[in-house]
């Protein structure tokens, strides 16, 4: 069964994109592979967070992805600061890595100009430590967006680099993973583009939304006067509300909607009100789970541990072979 990575960031609520364009995929792909999801805490401190909120993020996260589907006992789901084989291992990629490709990558551009009063070396090493990530479970799929492919071409570099360094055929090269054909995209609520955290306020629904939030963001997404002529194509805002009900209402709902619209009969209000009640219908199982696990510490802590003990087996197993390979031997 082959291996599959991937790093899930230790910050912000989870949203109806990521839900519908990644962690539904996650929770199929547990079935059909061996499957490594961890809480990218170690990454988060290129930002500084405070130790409180540190925590707080990452208790977030785990309870947020296993409302949402992920099962511990069918995947390994960890924090990556519970497996410090990850740390050793980013020690020995650092050594073959070099500044002027890092500085290269275009996140780290991206980076600088983000935040230039703190380009701090971790910032630099963010493509080794992902790449630590990987390797370390000899994985060779990773599902991750075009956004990463850089940084996984990296990946496959560092591991290149050091079989061919060591004359060891022993990392396999990882590789982007597209688990379903079919790649939603959900649009946000701004009449714009996707839905997306840093997209602006009201712009993205969240699975730990309330109903009362729910109906007061979508109540106010963006709309048009309405169409003017039968059939017409719909402007971008209309048709990004139109995927919306695509995604979380029933095609029956979606056609009567879509058949006011071509006979220019549609308000706009009553589809707001109906796609509302059908992300409420969508997120509510999850919301209520959010809030059960959150309040159920001695869960948390045994998915943590459990999810602990067995990364870092197979880790455990990667740093033992690689001291092998590079030549460190017990006295
Ligand atoms: P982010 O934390 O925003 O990088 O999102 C994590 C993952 O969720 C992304 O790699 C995508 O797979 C998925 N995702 C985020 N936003 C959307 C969206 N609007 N539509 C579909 N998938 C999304």
Same mark, same amino acid.
């Given at each position: 069964?082959?291996?599959?990575?991937?790093?899930?960031r230790? =910050?912000?609520?989870?949203h109806?994109?990521?839900?519908?364009?990644?962690?539904?995929?996650?929770?199929?792909?547990?079935?059909?592979?061996?499957?490594?999801?961890?809480?990218?805490?170690?990454?988060?401190?290129?930002?500084?967070?405070?130790?409180s909120? %540190?925590?707080?993020?990452?208790?977030?996260?785990?309870?947020?992805? %296993?409302?949402?589907?992920?099962?511990?006992?069918?995947?390994t789901?960890?924090?990556?600061?519970?497996?410090? *084989?990850?740390? *050793?291992?980013?020690?020995?990629?650092?050594?073959n !890595?070099?500044?002027g490709?890092?500085?290269r990558? =275009?996140?780290?551009?991206? $980076?600088i100009? !983000?935040?230039?009063?703190?380009?701090?070396?971790?910032?630099?090493?963010?493509?080794?430590?992902?790449?630590?990530?990987?390797?370390l479970?000899?994985? =060779? $799929?990773?599902p991750?967006?075009?956004?990463?492919?850089?940084?996984?071409?990296?990946?496959?570099?560092? !591991?290149?680099?050091?079989?061919? %360094?060591?004359?060891?055929?022993?990392?396999?090269e990882?590789?982007?993973?597209?688990?379903?054909?079919?790649?939603?995209?959900?649009?946000?609520?701004?009449?714009?583009?996707?839905?997306?955290?840093?997209?602006?306020?009201?712009?993205?629904?969240?699975?730990?939304?309330?109903?009362?939030?729910?109906? $007061?963001?979508?109540?106010?997404?963006?709309?048009?006067?309405?169409?003017?002529?039968?059939?017409?194509?719909?402007?971008? *805002?209309?048709?990004?509300l139109?995927? %919306?009900?695509?995604?979380?209402?029933?095609?029956?709902?979606?056609?009567?909607?879509?058949?006011?619209?071509?006979?220019?009969?549609?308000?706009?209000?009553?589809?707001?009100?109906?796609?509302?009640?059908?992300?409420?219908?969508?997120?509510?199982?999850?919301?209520?789970?959010?809030?059960?696990?959150?309040q159920?510490?001695?869960?948390?802590?045994?998915?943590?541990?459990?999810?602990?003990?067995?990364?870092?087996?197979?880790?455990?197993?990667?740093?033992r072979?690689?001291?092998?390979?590079?030549?460190?031997?017990?006295?």
């Amino acid at each position: 069964m082959e291996t599959v990575v991937s790093g899930i960031r230790s =910050t912000g609520k989870l949203h109806l994109g990521n839900y519908y364009g990644a962690i539904q995929n996650f929770v199929k792909m547990q079935h059909e592979y061996n499957c490594f999801f961890f809480i990218a805490d170690w990454h988060s401190l290129t930002t500084h967070p405070t130790p409180s909120d %540190l925590h707080s993020n990452v208790k977030q996260v785990l309870v947020e992805y %296993l409302a949402a589907g992920l099962d511990p006992e069918k995947s390994t789901l960890y924090v990556q600061s519970d497996v410090p *084989e990850t740390t *050793e291992l980013y020690l020995y990629l650092n050594m073959n !890595a070099y500044v002027g490709e890092l500085e290269r990558s =275009t996140s780290f551009k991206d $980076k600088i100009r !983000a935040q230039p009063d703190n380009v701090n070396a971790g910032l630099l090493t963010y493509p080794v430590l992902m790449a630590a990530d990987i390797i370390l479970h000899r994985a =060779t $799929k990773v599902p991750v967006g075009k956004d990463q492919e850089q940084h996984l071409e990296m990946s496959r570099t560092f !591991a290149n680099r050091f079989n061919r %360094l060591y004359n060891h055929d022993y990392f396999p090269e990882p590789y982007a993973f597209n688990f379903s054909d079919n790649l939603v995209r959900i649009p946000g609520l701004d009449g714009k583009g996707k839905m997306g955290k840093s997209e602006g306020e009201g712009n993205a629904v969240y699975l730990s939304d309330s109903p009362e939030i729910i109906r $007061k963001k979508v109540m106010k997404a963006v709309t048009d006067s309405g169409p003017t002529a039968e059939n017409q194509e719909k402007p971008v *805002e209309i048709q990004n509300l139109f995927d %919306l009900l695509k995604v979380v209402s029933t095609p029956d709902t979606y056609e009567h909607f879509d058949n006011l619209y071509n006979t220019c009969q549609i308000r706009y209000g009553d589809l707001k009100k109906q796609l509302a009640e059908d992300m409420i219908i969508a997120t509510t199982p999850i919301r209520n789970r959010i809030n059960d696990i959150s309040q159920d510490t001695s869960y948390l802590r045994q998915v943590a541990r459990h999810g602990a003990i067995k990364a870092r087996e197979s880790a455990s197993k990667t740093i033992r072979e690689v001291r092998e390979i590079i030549g460190f031997r017990s006295f």
